[in-house]
Nanobody, 128 residues
Framework: QVQLLESGGGLVQAGGSLRLSCAAS????????MGWFRQAPGKEREFVAR????????YYADSVKGRFTIARDNAKNTVYLQMNNLKPEDTAVYYC?????????????????????WGQGTQVTVSS
């Protein structure tokens, strides 16, 4: 069992930056792949980024590629999402998730069904 707690959300102007953190409980954090998803009002939850346990395999949604960076610190049981050059369309609740399943492909990495545990989410609001 893994418990995930996101933090770092808030209100920022377009062009600004935020760094989200997701702290995980449990001793097996380093064995999980970690992902970030987001859900805007009235829209379905969408994939943002994923990082494998050993940081070798990293995937990004096209909409955030070049602006967002996912990273993890296994010693601190924490995964991060650095978000730069934020846009109003990035406004959403951001969720972190843990996966015991290998992604294999972008489709596997980006599917919410590949993840076993979810956090409660943190709100990110980008004003224009």
């Amino acid at each position: 069992q893994v418990q995930l707690l996101e933090s770092g959300g808030g209100l920022v102007q377009a062009g600004g930056s935020l760094r989200l953190s997701c702290a995980a409980s449990g001793r097996t954090f380093s064995s999980y792949a970690m992902g970030w998803f987001r859900q805007a009002p009235g829209k379905e939850r969408e994939f943002v980024a994923r990082i494998s346990w050993n940081r070798i395999n990293i995937y990004y949604a096209d909409s955030v590629k070049g602006r967002f960076t996912i990273a993890r610190d296994n010693a601190k049981n924490t995964v991060y999402l650095q978000m730069n050059n934020l846009k109003p369309e990035d406004t959403a609740v951001y969720y972190c998730a843990a996966s015991t399943k290998p992604a294999g492909t972008y489709y596997g990495a980006s599917s919410s069904t590949s993840y076993d545990y979810w956090g409660q989410g943190t709100q990110v609001t980008v004003s224009s």
